[in-house]
């Protein structure tokens, strides 16, 4: 399994902006597409956004576009994603995920289980 560990999470009124982060030590994921997942209370967990070294493919949710996006430092081994404008209903847990799928644009017909290896989780708080 790939270690994965987030950060950037916290409370940020509507409107305002995050930038969460994902490092992978030790590991280069040429191979696996990684993910950003969420999940608020009560509901499935959703990808948000995804991408690949493998293809260069990506991948955001209708929900996000326009307002998040996701990079990597290959150097730093580490993804972000970019949270702006947000919104109450982006108040969720975001999880990184990867060891699954190796390309983004395989994502519909795979599900959060199908990703083997799952950072600790940050709690995003959009609120006033």
């Known amino acids: 399994q790939v270690q994965l560990v987030e950060s950037g999470g916290g409370l940020v009124q509507p409107g305002g902006s995050l930038r969460l982060s994902c490092a992978h030590p030790?590991?280069?994921?040429?191979?696996?597409?990684i993910v950003w997942f969420r999940q608020a209370p009560g509901k499935e967990r959703e990808a948000v956004s995804c991408?690949?070294?493998?293809?260069?493919?990506?991948y955001d949710a209708d929900s996000v576009k326009g307002r998040f996006s996701m990079s990597r430092d290959n150097a730093k081994k580490t993804v972000y994603l970019q949270m702006n404008s947000l919104k109450p209903e982006d108040t969720a847990v975001y999880y990184c995920?990867?060891?699954?799928?190796?390309?983004?644009?395989?994502?519909?017909?795979?599900?959060?289980?199908?990703?083997?290896?799952w950072g600790q989780g940050t709690q995003v708080t959009v609120s006033s």
């Open positions: 995920a990867t060891d699954g799928p190796p390309s983004c644009a395989m994502l519909s017909d795979h599900n959060w289980t199908d990703f083997a290896s």
């Open positions: 030790g590991f280069t994921l040429d191979y696996y597409a």
């Open positions: 991408i690949a070294n493998s293809d260069k493919s990506t």
